[in-house]
């Protein structure tokens, strides 16, 4: 295996210029091509979050009574979230590395609560279909089985289906606030009461939504209640890298009372290195995010994170009333925002050759499936680029339904087959193989190129081949 560890150190000067060079590649998030991944505003905010983040890169959170500056953000990190999450006084929570750490937490926390006051062995707990996969890596991690719950017409969570899926191995209930896929707040009231009843716990999944709904309410915007004010919430997972633009790796997790937390929490007394005790899942934690999240909240304060929230929501207007007025196109679902999902309502109209399409002039848009759809994240920067969107975006439409033969070329074929090929198990394994080689020794690359070819006119490609295009449609998707 080769790397590129030099001999003897660089000057730091190069070694910045290349660093600025290898990113040449990367998505176009400063001009607002991207609408994932990134939540991105101006390269002086960007630099003040840098500074921030320098002055503790070296902090080390994993004993919280060592720096103490860390705590100190810590505990203020989670009171303001509280706050914000209307949080009765009792309210306690943790400073994680991201969403996906938080929603890990909460099914091992209620597993391991439910083990100990119910004696529960084979946990359960019921999901939307919408729920973001960290749960569903979260069942395969902590073997919570899922018991899924049905979408409405609308696409969120079928509260009606609710009871019958709760039993003596239910850990907990998920709700989301909003909902990845297609921005819908779940019914959180209608859950938490049913949930409440039979004395389940019940999670709200808030890191997308946790540091904009809050704002958007204050700006007047009418939203389901879905926070601390409805009794049977018991904890909300938010973000803090995303809607609170803080630098990458900071979420929080915050439960109702201690009695809950303390479940959270892993303690050895017997380890050699000494007694030891984490709050989360992380060993070392970064003093630098902490740093940075910290500054984000006190930069922007309350009436910074109104403004970005009405920024937002401009843009989100903008955009969904731009797709309804386009006849081929419908949003789905009952987007809140900040984000949204659109589909073809026109059959003539191939979504994933749309999106084919928005890629060919520039924009970096991820897919959706069950049902096929075109997804944006929406953030106070795009308002600057919703009019070229939506332009580009009808002249899309317009190419799609000029040339039908577009659904069958590249992206949009591979991704198309998804529905109709019951491949699902040998994609999996393709999809495994694919990931495994990008971290082999050296670390791969995947062939991409073979993934946007199109067969030949009127050839039917064997199963595996498709399997393997499917494959590598994914992955690629996935690197967005
Ligand atoms: C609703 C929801 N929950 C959890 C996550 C996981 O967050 P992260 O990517 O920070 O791990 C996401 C990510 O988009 C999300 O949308």
Redesign the pocket.
Known sequence: MTGTLPDSGRDPQQILSELAQMGADDPNYKQGRLW?LVYYLDESYHAFQGQAWQMYASGNGLNPTAFKSLKRFENDIIASTAALHHGPPEVCGVVT???????LLAVKTYRDMARATRGVRRPEMVLPRT?????VKASAYFGVRIRWLELDGQLRADVSRLPQLINRNTVMVLA?A???PHGTIDPVEAMARIAHDRTVPLHV?????GFILPFMEMNGIELPPWDYRVPGVTSI?A?L??YGYAS?GV?TITYRSMDLLKHQMFVDVDWPGGVFASPALLGTRPGGAYAAAWAAMQYFGRSGYQELARRTMQAFTRMRDGVLAMPELRVLGAPSGP?LAYGARDKAVNIFAVGDQMELRGWQINRLQKPDGLHA?ITAQHLAVIDDYLRDLRASVDAVRADPTLADRGGAATYGMMAHIPLRGMVRSRVLDMFSGLYRPGGGEIDLAHAATPSEPGQEPPRAAWADRLAQWFVRMRQR
Not at 97 to 103: H, L
Not at 131 to 135: E, K, S
């Open positions: 994932s590395s991201g969403g996906t750490e938080s929603c729920a973001h996969v960290a749960w989301s909003p909902e990845y999944d808030a890191c997308v939504g997972s973000d890298h995303k990458k979420s984000l994240m």
